[in-house]
């Protein structure tokens, strides 16, 4: 007992007229994005890429210090 694609079709208008196109359009591509991006995290493995910035941080920090004396 689920539903039918005419059941299912009636939901899509309804919740078309209540939110309009528009919105619905934000939502979709705002949720696959967020999809897409907890797929990405969870299939790479860690990259040393926050390594590289952190250490480009330390080293600014540590020119600027180098500056102040």
Do not use: C, Y
Request: charged share 30%; net charge negative.
């Amino acid at each position: 007992m689920g539903f039918g694609w005419q059941e299912l079709l009636i939901i899509l208008v309804i919740v078309a007229l209540i939110f309009g196109t528009k919105k619905l359009r934000n939502i979709g591509s705002d949720l696959g994005g967020a999809v897409k991006g907890f797929k990405d995290s969870i299939s790479n493995e860690p990259t040393d890429d926050l390594d590289a910035e952190d250490s480009e941080k330390s080293e600014q920090h540590s020119d600027a210090d180098t500056k102040k004396d």
